[in-house]
């Protein structure tokens, strides 16, 4: 038997009502951290201690005294935000009396699939905890005693502000057969989040039987349409790639329009060069630049996440819209240029969660929409598209007040 | 190999776009169906000939002048009302000058899976389109003639839109396997909607590995709270149970205080015995009215969708939501009282789709809500919850727009 049902049972029962009571909780659990710190990073030292991964997988798991400042703060700037369920999203009266009211209200139980990256779960449950869902954590198996460790410090918060610590779990040991047991948890669970590497996304994608709000890939396009003003075209695009190469929201192919690509090319693949970046180069590009790599047939659908650029020459906005519809991932899409009607119209036909004019593609991120953070970037159609933070982790319902109006 | 990745393609293709165009179409479609009226009907009639349904199935199945004159104006009721794409959801500026607009979209391409009335094919059309998205109808297949001279009038309105008509496509026959290739349609279909009885909607939900809007059940409750007006508990009680005691609706178990029990529940129980409705009642009512048949254990989780009613005496407020958090559906939960600040309570404190003071719970549809018609009810939590009408099938998506702004 899974330990999911019971846990899924208190968290429901234990959903976080007021909005007060909720931003106590988020400002207890900062404290608790702060009040904790030894002790989680000593769990986090263990963890380290205990793994064989990578370097980088390292870097992700490993908590230092300011990464666990910048979780406490994290919280406490989620507290400082408006409450997501203290909004009427819609008000109206019908001919025949009836008022109806569509209010904001809690998603529920939220599950959260991550890797061993400690802060995610602390992010995580702080921004399902806003807007008043509980949420059960499941994280890399490698990250365990540090889950543990701040975990006790939310459900420390939680109990500080009068509220049930059952609103924030995780699963109880490192046994894969709990990530199954999310997967599988439809009317234990109302909605999953999975958050780490394509492989984890799509296998939640494709064997979840509970809704789930993710993005698998985030292959990302900038366009250097023939108007672009070229010293904004050469910061953006330096931005977008290089400025972290390994998140979702960077670039990860340049198409530059036949008219400028002569111009402007060779100083964009100067910039990038200079940061360090690679390049994989359309047959147009290496006309221009024949030192450039060639471009494989994969590579137009290759997310890199790291310092490398796939790189085609287009002829005009219907042929950079064209390539996008093919290979983009209904993530982040960015055109540079100073016209405004090219502009608008490659923003109402992108098909993307997010469409840039003029900016990195790199601002895709709850932070900097507004959000106060955010819990993972969806692609799919329904629910929420792109950041998703408090206010994406909201349902609705409708409120009638009658005068004892019967339908005829 | 299925008929559907290709239909799914052509109907992605096929989103229709400008608003003026998507109404164009829904009045040509009204003028088509009354142009092919006689052609309708011909094929409907060959649909009940060749069944062998009992008299409800056979009410269902069946067209008239008078439902073909509806379906007609439904549709163009639809083209009437304002475009559910041509909004702004919100609009905000950042500190460092980034724009923020966020935009509805179609949400694309919808399957719809339902039983043997060939009106529900036409209004979910009609709604899918209003919206912008491309629909797939498979309707049961004793209405598959009926269903085809519809599909024809749809698919004649959006030729003369100079739409194309693959935006509206029937599954080819009546082959069942249809049914299974659109519960597996996932990156093709990206909404399934299923309408018709439990174990349809049950089954859709269990197997689709595609998003789903729907409700398997209605097990409504409207509460008499001590402080209810009599006379309007009476014609509301009265009203939301036998006015059509069929549809999802309809309530299904009166939950009445003990305090106005005893005044209370005789006329009621004999407004609604002269208009033919019987009755389950727990142990409380029988002191009250001992003729009451007994209700078993499993009545009050019963969908009597029927001239049934269970009756049960709470103890206030309290034992009423818990009552409905045992037994209810998320569907729609009434109470009748004078007390605002009762009722208040209780409006905060459901967990339903749509709650109703002073009124009948008969009120939980699409035309009454104004949405000018509804291609179902929903209970679940993600997207959109009550009735389905074309704002709840639209996306949403980002638009920023900078002055070449890069991120830290």
Same mark, same amino acid.
């Given at each position: 038997?899974?330990?999911?049902?019971?846990?899924?049972?208190?968290?429901?029962?234990?959903?976080?009502?007021?909005?007060?009571? !909720?931003? /106590?909780? =988020?400002?207890? @659990? +900062?404290?608790? #951290?702060?009040? &904790? $710190?030894?002790?989680?990073?000593? %769990?986090?030292?263990?963890?380290?201690?205990?793994?064989?991964?990578?370097?980088?997988?390292?870097?992700?798991?490993?908590?230092?005294?300011?990464?666990?400042?910048?979780?406490?703060?994290?919280?406490?700037?989620?507290?400082?935000?408006?409450?997501?369920?203290?909004?009427?999203?819609?008000?109206?009266?019908?001919?025949?009396?009836?008022?109806?009211?569509?209010?904001?209200?809690?998603?529920?139980?939220?599950?959260?699939?991550?890797?061993?990256?400690?802060?995610?779960?602390?992010?995580?449950?702080?921004?399902?905890?806003?807007?008043?869902?509980?949420?059960?954590?499941?994280?890399?198996?490698?990250?365990?005693?540090?889950?543990?460790?701040?975990?006790?410090?939310?459900?420390?918060?939680? !109990?500080? /502000?009068? =509220?049930?610590? @059952? +609103?924030?779990? #995780?699963?109880? &040991? $490192?046994?894969?057969?709990?990530? %199954?047991?999310?997967?599988?948890?439809?009317?234990?669970?109302?909605?999953?989040?999975?958050?780490?590497?394509?492989?984890?996304?799509?296998?939640?994608?494709?064997?979840?039987?509970?809704?789930?709000?993710?993005?698998?890939?985030?292959?990302?396009?900038?366009?250097?349409?023939?108007?672009?003003?070229?010293?904004?075209?050469?910061?953006?695009?330096?931005?977008?790639?290089?400025?972290?190469?390994?998140?979702?929201?960077?670039?990860?192919?340049?198409?530059?329009?036949?008219?400028?690509?002569?111009?402007?090319?060779?100083?964009?693949?100067?910039?990038?060069?200079?940061?360090?970046?690679?390049?994989?180069?359309?047959?147009?590009?290496?006309?221009?630049?024949?030192?450039?790599?060639?471009?494989?047939? /994969?590579?137009?659908?290759?997310?890199?996440?790291?310092?490398?650029?796939?790189?085609?020459?287009?002829?005009?906005?219907?042929?950079?819209?064209?390539?996008?519809?093919?290979?983009?991932?209904?993530?982040?899409?960015?055109?540079?240029?100073?016209?405004?009607?090219?502009?608008?119209?490659?923003?109402?036909?992108?098909?993307?969660?997010?469409?840039?004019?003029?900016?990195?593609?790199?601002?895709?991120?709850?932070?900097?929409?507004?959000?106060?953070?955010?819990?993972?970037?969806?692609?799919?159609?329904?629910?929420?598209?792109?950041?998703?933070?408090?206010?994406?982790?909201?349902?609705?319902?409708?409120?009638?007040?009658?005068?004892?109006?019967?339908?005829?």
């Amino acid at each position: 038997m899974s330990w999911l049902p019971e846990a899924a049972a208190a968290a429901r029962a234990a959903l976080p009502g007021a909005s007060a009571a !909720r931003d /106590a909780a =988020l400002r207890a @659990a +900062a404290d608790a #951290i702060r009040r &904790d $710190a030894n002790k989680i990073l000593a %769990a986090n030292a263990a963890d380290l201690a205990a793994t064989e991964g990578n370097a980088a997988f390292r870097d992700r798991l490993a908590l230092t005294p300011t990464r666990l400042a910048g979780i406490a703060e994290g919280l406490e700037a989620m507290a400082a935000l408006p409450d997501p369920l203290a909004r009427t999203l819609a008000a109206w009266t019908r001919p025949n009396g009836l008022a109806f009211r569509r209010i904001p209200c809690p998603l529920g139980v939220i599950g959260m699939i991550y890797e061993s990256r400690p802060n995610v779960g602390a992010e995580a449950a702080g921004i399902a905890l806003k807007a008043g869902n509980a949420v059960i954590l499941r994280g890399g198996s490698e990250s365990l005693q540090s889950a543990r460790a701040i975990h006790a410090a939310m459900q420390a918060g939680l !109990r500080e /502000a009068g =509220l049930s610590p @059952a +609103a924030v779990q #995780i699963a109880p &040991d $490192a046994d894969r057969a709990h990530v %199954a047991a999310m997967l599988a948890g439809a009317g234990l669970l109302d909605l999953l989040i999975p958050r780490g590497g394509r492989a984890l996304v799509e296998r939640v994608q494709a064997e979840a039987r509970v809704p789930v709000l993710a993005h698998a890939e985030g292959l990302c396009h900038t366009y250097v349409h023939a108007a672009a003003q070229p010293a904004m075209a050469r910061a953006v695009v330096a931005n977008a790639k290089m400025r972290r190469p390994g998140v979702c929201g960077a670039t990860e192919t340049l198409l530059i329009d036949a008219a400028v690509a002569p111009a402007l090319l060779p100083p964009i693949v100067a910039d990038l060069t200079a940061l360090g970046c690679a390049f994989r180069a359309d047959p147009r590009a290496r006309e221009i630049l024949p030192t450039l790599p060639a471009a494989g047939p /994969a590579d137009f659908d290759t997310e890199w996440l790291d310092a490398v650029l796939s790189v085609k020459v287009v002829d005009g906005l219907e042929a950079a819209l064209a390539h996008i519809a093919v290979h983009g991932s209904l993530h982040t899409e960015a055109i540079i240029t100073e016209d405004a009607d090219v502009a608008e119209d490659f923003l109402a036909r992108i098909d993307a969660a997010v469409g840039i004019w003029n900016a990195s593609t790199q601002f895709c991120d709850g932070g900097e929409f507004g959000f106060g953070g955010e819990i993972g970037i969806a692609t799919g159609r329904l629910h929420a598209r792109g950041p998703v933070g408090p206010e994406q982790l909201t349902s609705f319902r409708y409120l009638i007040a009658g005068s004892g109006q019967v339908r005829p």
